[in-house]
């Protein structure tokens, strides 16, 4: 997710139209969720609130109609079922010649069975990198070498397992306080884990097999 976003947001503006559909995992759960991406998608790239599905076939066939002959930009983001796939993004035929589609899933072989190519697989961040991106998150634009020294990097990683946005998150919550506020901060998160970072670690634990949770 992290990496398709910066992707997105490098190269959105060459495209006639784009459209980040986060979570989808989550967001297609309640009842007529896919719908709601669909015109998502529609308002997104369209711009236009007229443009509003009740049902996904036909949905479908609005995507295809209204967007076959546009170069656009669309990440799917978090996919879990072959049906949101079907649903979001069902062929090549249905958007405009030089489009690109991004899907983002930790469920490899949904790409596979969609004829998804090419697939790439994220690496895992090396203790070396997320510790950069720590920096980068709590510091932004005013890293100071003697904060970054006195900061307790290896220790705040520990909460995250080196997972980009919990990362992120982490370094969002420590971006614009003091080196004491930041002690205290790891202080507490000892007796009370940060919820939104165990949310991700949730997630991601979740969605391994079940032989490598025993593990």
């Known amino acids: 997710t992290t990496i398709a976003k910066a992707v997105y947001n490098s190269i959105a503006s060459k495209f006639e139209g784009c459209c980040f559909l986060g979570n989808v995992r989550a967001n297609s759960i309640p009842h007529g969720g896919l719908v709601r991406l669909q015109n998502n998608l529609l308002y997104e790239i369209?711009?236009?609130?007229?443009?509003?599905?009740?049902?996904?076939?036909?949905?479908?066939?609005?995507?295809?109609?209204?967007?076959?002959?546009?170069?656009?930009?669309?990440?799917?983001?978090?996919?879990?079922?072959?049906?949101?796939?079907?649903?979001?993004?069902?062929?090549?035929?249905w958007f405009g010649r030089g489009s690109r589609i991004i899907i983002t899933t930790r469920d490899k072989h949904l790409l596979i069975a969609h004829q998804v190519y090419p697939i790439y697989t994220a690496k895992a961040l090396d203790n070396d990198e997320a510790r950069n991106l720590l920096i980068l998150n709590a510091f932004k634009d005013n890293r100071n070498p003697d904060e970054c020294v006195q900061f307790p990097i290896d220790t705040a990683l520990l909460y995250t397992h080196c997972l980009p946005l919990a990362v992120n998150i982490l370094g969002s919550h420590l971006c614009g306080k003091s080196i004491n506020q930041w002690h205290a901060a790891l202080d507490n998160y000892r007796k009370f884990p940060n919820c939104d970072i165990q949310k991700v670690l949730k997630t991601s634990y979740s969605a391994l097999e079940d032989p490598l949770k025993e593990a």
């Open 46 to 93: 369209l711009g236009d609130r007229k443009v509003k599905m009740t049902d996904a076939d036909r949905g479908i066939q609005v995507i295809k109609e209204r967007l076959g002959s546009k170069r656009v930009l669309l990440v799917i983001d978090d996919v879990k079922e072959l049906n949101q796939l079907d649903k979001l993004a069902g062929g090549l035929d």
